[in-house]
Antibody, heavy 127, light 113 residues
Framework: QVQLQQSGPGLVKPSQTLSLTCAIS??????????WNWIRQSPSRGLEWLGR?????????EYAVSVNSRLTINPDTSKNQFSLQLNSVTPEDTAVYYC?????????????????WGQGTLVTVSS | DIVMTQSPDSLAVSLGERATINCKSS????????????LAWYQQKPGQPPKVLIY???TRESGVPDRFSGSGSGTDFTLTISSLQAEDVAVYYC?????????FGQGTKLEIK
């Protein structure tokens, strides 16, 4: 059974960097079938996919256009976790942030729906 | 991006009655090479993350009660709860996984009448 455990601060000041971590159990961040995502949810934007990281002989990262210039997702194989760093935050980045795994097929090359989710972290951007 | 639009935004149904939620995508999510629709439905209860109910538009996730069913193809999809139970009160979302940038519908809030 896959479990995702999120950690990180709930309050970030405007213009600073939002950092969250998602620890994985029951799977590996570097498996050839795992795909690791960050998604956020706010009243104004609904559920918004932010980006993913996955390993298929090398590391791949894909980001939503809306946050592409500000977002970095990094795997940490030593701790079996992955992280989100969102730079230059504004109050519009206030949301519940989720990590999630995507189900895959075709030896991990076809990406499907989100089958496991973290518990969510409410992050407020305010001075 | 593919825009997902759900209707209605909210719905009140009596216990034991049928609930129907619609989802429309701005472009087809049907892969004609394998005849699969890249569409999933999620249920979200307060304070919890979304939980997948249906994928490939009509395949129930393991453990999901058979009162939940999905149908549709191409751009128009439906989630049906055949006999509403109290524990089904939640917000329901559709999501496409046809293109890399995943997108969700705005959600439909289901309540008891």
């Amino acid at each position: 059974q896959v479990q995702l455990q999120q950690s990180g601060p709930g309050l970030v000041k405007p213009s600073q960097t939002l950092s969250l971590t998602c620890a994985i159990s029951g799977d590996s961040v570097s498996s050839n079938t795992g795909v690791w995502n960050w998604i956020r949810q706010s009243p104004s934007r609904g559920l918004e996919w932010l980006g993913r990281t996955y390993y298929r002989s090398k590391w791949y990262n894909e980001y939503a256009v809306s946050v592409n210039s500000r977002l970095t997702i990094n795997p940490d194989t030593s701790k079996n976790q992955f992280s989100l760093q969102l730079n230059s935050v504004t109050p519009e980045d206030t949301a519940v942030y989720y990590c999630a795994r995507e189900a895959t097929g075709g030896n991990g090359w076809y990406l499907f729906y989100f089958d496991y989710w973290g518990q969510g972290t409410l992050v407020t951007v305010s001075s | 991006d593919i825009v997902m639009t759900q209707s209605p935004d909210s719905l009140a149904v009596s216990l034991g009655e049928r609930a129907t939620i619609n989802c429309k995508s701005s472009q087809s999510v049907l892969d004609s090479s394998n005849n699969k629709n890249f569409l999933a439905w999620y249920q979200q209860k307060p304070g919890q993350p979304p939980k997948v109910l249906i994928y490939w538009a009509s395949t129930r996730e393991s453990g999901v009660p058979d009162r939940f069913s999905g149908s549709g193809s191409g751009t128009d999809f439906t989630l049906t709860i055949s006999s509403l139970q109290a524990e089904d009160v939640a917000v329901y979302y559709c999501q496409q996984y046809f293109i890399s940038a995943r997108t969700f519908g705005q959600g439909t809030k289901l309540e008891i009448k």
